[in-house]
């Protein structure tokens, strides 16, 4: 079975910059998530997609992020401008429907802001 | 809203000792709980997950969990680690429900020597 595909694997900019990131999850589900993993925490959810639509973005930071699946398929990332604290690792699952079983993680997009 | 806590951040153990990571979560109602693993480079993976039944729930490679719901608890134990279980280890618990949100533990590196 074919994984979450992300890209890039490693980014770095300096900041107010800006940056976006691809992820295509398995096909077939309807569900997508970005989530942040900020170095020595666990991931954080970012932004959940059911199809092309926004479930839950509650913990994305709107000034500054945003997020789109247009087609309910591949999604990106997209943050601008970016603060430090930005560097993390931006994580990318999928599952099949809206009720997480166990997800499928992509490999993340390593973000270092300087 | 719910959380998770891991008490251990960085273990050490030789070859062929047992195993045992902690894992509290908070939330009164009812909960679907899991155990990740992230070896080094590599996405996180899905080890096991209990959603109802039997509280002594087996995964691959050998691991195990039990959920004691009046501890709050869901510990992952390996009766005898290897070398390749070198990894960092994330509890992660959700509500039961569709489209809840999946809170992460902040891991637990597990360093074994030969």
């Known amino acids: 079975e074919a994984g979450v595909a992300q890209s890039p694997r490693y980014k770095i900019i300096e900041k107010r910059q800006s940056v976006a990131f691809w992820c295509n999850p398995i096909?077939?589900?309807?569900?997508l998530y970005w989530y942040q993993q900020i170095l020595g925490q666990g991931p954080k959810l970012l932004i959940q997609f059911q199809n092309n639509g926004v479930v839950d973005d509650s913990q994305l930071p709107k000034d500054r992020f945003s997020a789109e699946r247009l087609k309910g398929v591949d999604s990106t990332l997209k943050i601008q401008p970016a603060k430090l604290e930005d560097s993390a690792v931006y994580l990318c699952a999928s599952s099949l429907d809206s009720a997480w079983t166990g997800g499928i993680f992509g490999q993340g997009t390593r973000l270092t802001v300087v | 809203a719910q959380s998770v806590s891991q008490h251990n951040h960085h273990v050490i153990l030789s070859e062929a000792a047992s195993l045992e990571l902690g894992c509290n979560y908070s939330?009164?109602?009812?909960?679907?709980l899991f155990w990740y693993v992230q070896y080094p480079g590599q996405h996180l993976q899905l080890l096991l997950k209990y959603f109802s039944g039997d509280p002594l729930v087996k995964g691959i490679k050998g691991f195990e969990a039990e959920f004691i719901k009046s501890k709050f608890s869901f510990n992952l134990r390996k009766p005898s680690v290897q070398w390749s279980d070198t990894a960092e280890y994330f509890c992660a618990v959700n509500t039961a429900g569709t489209a809840s949100k999946l809170t992460f533990g902040t891991g637990t590196r597990l360093q074994v020597t030969l």
């Open positions: 096909s077939g589900h309807a569900t």
């Open positions: 939330y009164g109602g009812t909960v679907n």
